[in-house]
């Protein structure tokens, strides 16, 4: 079985300027206020413009949602501002239905 949890998503404007990965790392520690120690990986889907941040426990993971809120404003290096939507990742358990031995082909 897995398991997903204490992951974020930071859903960018899709109207707005595309964004870099150094761009996500500085909205990241700058806008978010977030250390290396409380993120444990950072995975970006492009073209749906999200952003998914793993943190390392639960915790820290409630106080950052609490403290920015549900959305914060990024600007570009091109000075446009793009409305970033900040929601909790919903826990997802994938378990395997069939035995492995039980597949016919």
């Given at each position: 079985?897995?398991?997903?949890?204490?992951?974020?998503v930071?859903?960018?404007?899709?109207?707005?300027?595309?964004?870099?990965?150094?761009?996500?790392?500085?909205?990241?520690?700058?806008?978010?206020?977030?250390n290396?120690?409380?993120?444990?990986?950072?995975?970006?889907?492009?073209?749906?413009?999200?952003?998914?941040?793993?943190?390392?426990?639960?915790?820290?993971?409630?106080?950052?949602?609490?403290?920015?809120?549900?959305?914060?404003?990024?600007?570009?290096?091109?000075?446009?501002?793009?409305?970033?939507?900040?929601?909790?990742?919903?826990?997802?358990?994938?378990?395997?239905?069939?035995?492995?031995?039980?597949?016919?082909?």
């Amino acid at each position: 079985m897995c398991e997903r949890q204490n992951t974020i998503v930071c859903a960018f404007d899709l109207s707005s300027s595309r964004i870099s990965a150094y761009e996500i790392h500085e909205c990241i520690y700058a806008q978010m206020c977030l250390n290396d120690q409380d993120v444990t990986m950072v995975k970006t889907d492009g073209p749906k413009r999200q952003v998914y941040i793993k943190f390392r426990d639960n915790e820290r993971m409630q106080e950052v949602l609490q403290s920015i809120g549900s959305q914060v404003e990024y600007r570009h290096t091109n000075g446009e501002i793009s409305v970033v939507r900040i929601s909790k990742k919903v826990v997802r358990k994938v378990k395997n239905v069939l035995p492995y031995k039980d597949i016919y082909l």
